[in-house]
């Protein structure tokens, strides 16, 4: 079978490697001319992805994956054509389609009679059907239902961890018709392989869930559902702190019925994934009332936290050290780690203080790292706490890092004067 991988980030590179580890015959196409070099080189192009590096090596040493920045010529020579472009929001919260309509166009270019095309990338709902669909057609001369076949199947994996959560999670998928979810059933059923789950109502694998729509809304609920999570938690934990509360013995309690599945409060929430996806929900759900007021509250707790520590440090922060609990985040790279939507990684935004130093503290390091900072070249610098925590679905985290816990509990302890020695946050 040959496949065309659209995009070689973080997500795209490891599905490429994937399936040309399962035997099949791999382009990847990417604008990233340096990223494609790297690539064909059998080089890691970014660090901290499991088993990458050597499964890479082998599959580009055996030449069942090349890379290259033609997108319309891998197309041409493919029967299948996965697409992971990122869709981001501009400024105003709107779904911004320019990189993906720029790649729909070049796809469009090399579909030939009977080409399956898959879009992975988290979408608005009616997008594939609606604005991707018809402009692949116009382009290729094709017929969708007769000669062309468009999917949506979203990717559900971690960074750090992608090759296990192939396996571990369900794959859904949906298409414009039933050809064309049959076909990607059987493509799917060919490059992955799936792990026994007793805690699901149905076996582990290909699940179609019917249509296009219905996949895409799949993945916006399941993202959609912990950006509202988190919000409650912060609400929660702001009114316990004000009571003189411990939020975290709360969360801890309260989980401990299983109809409770409270997340962790936090900063706010930062990655490429969850302070974006509710954003694309609501573009076509408007009027939705707890997506929009969920990133209210987050949106606003790092403003929160500032006025809070502002005040326990009696009105002002002008030289202090900043220990911060990084956010919730969607998507972090250990090494380095991602700073994608991290309201934490910049201070100088809601609260502007000459800061003498800053450590950051993140759920997903496992060691400390000193990091530059960008916004102040007179800082000390920012390095990472070492305290680890350690991921879950119902609760966020199953423990909770002490620096983290004692912003909610003491937050002027998280902040310090210069010359005065901090244990805790070095």
């Not at 609501?282 to 403003?303: F, H, I, K, V, Y």
């Amino acid at each position: 079978m040959d496949i065309c991988v659209v995009a070689l980030g973080k997500i795209g590179l490891p599905l490429a490697v994937q399936y040309a580890s399962m035997g099949h015959r791999v382009r990847g196409a990417d604008i990233n001319r340096e990223l494609v070099d790297c690539i064909n080189r059998g080089e890691e192009p970014f660090p901290g992805e499991a088993d990458l590096a050597e499964r890479l090596s082998t599959v580009v040493r055996d030449g069942s994956l090349t890379a290259g920045t033609d997108t319309t010529a891998a197309v041409a020579d493919s029967d299948i054509v996965v697409v992971v472009v990122p869709l981001v929001v501009d400024s105003n919260a709107e779904p911004d389609y320019t990189a993906m309509d720029a790649a729909t166009e070049s796809i469009g270019k090399g579909i030939k009679p009977g080409t399956l095309v898959i879009y992975e990338t988290t979408l608005p709902v009616g997008t594939t059907r609606e604005r991707f669909t018809p402009r692949l057609a116009e382009l290729s001369g094709t017929t969708p239902g007769e000669d062309l076949m468009v999917c949506f199947s979203p990717e559900r994996v971690y960074s750090g961890r992608i090759f296990a959560d192939l396996s571990k999670y369900p794959k859904i998928v949906g298409g414009i018709d039933d050809r064309s979810a049959a076909a990607a059933i059987a493509f799917y059923e060919s490059v992955l392989s799936f792990d026994d789950r007793d805690d699901l109502d149905r076996p582990n694998g290909v699940w179609d869930v019917g249509t296009a729509e219905a996949a895409e809304l799949v993945k916006l609920a399941e993202t959609t559902y912990r950006d509202v999570n988190i919000g409650l938690a912060n609400e929660f934990a702001r009114y316990a702190r004000s009571n003189g509360i411990d939020i975290h013995s709360v969360i801890e309690a309260a989980n401990s019925q299983p109809f409770s599945h409270l997340h962790q409060p936090g900063i706010s929430v930062g990655g490429h994934c969850i302070p974006v996806y509710p954003r694309l929900y609501l573009s076509n759900d408007p009027g939705a009332l707890l997506p929009a007021a969920s990133r209210t509250t987050n949106e606003r707790m790092p403003a929160w936290f500032a006025d809070m520590l502002r005040a326990a440090m009696g009105g002002s922060l002008e030289g202090a050290a900043y220990s911060s609990p990084g956010s919730h985040t969607g998507e972090v790279s250990r090494n380095p780690p991602s700073r994608a939507r991290t309201p934490s990684w910049q201070p100088s935004r809601p609260w502007e203080p000459a800061w003498a130093s800053t450590t950051l503290c993140s759920p997903m390091r496992s060691s400390p790292r000193r990091v530059s900072n960008p916004h102040n070249r007179a800082l000390v610098g920012r390095r990472w706490c070492s305290t680890r925590t350690t991921p879950s679905t119902s609760s966020g985290h199953r423990r909770t890092c002490p620096m983290h816990r004692s912003w909610w509990t003491d937050g002027a302890s998280s902040i310090h004067r210069p010359g005065r020695r901090r244990d805790a946050a070095t």
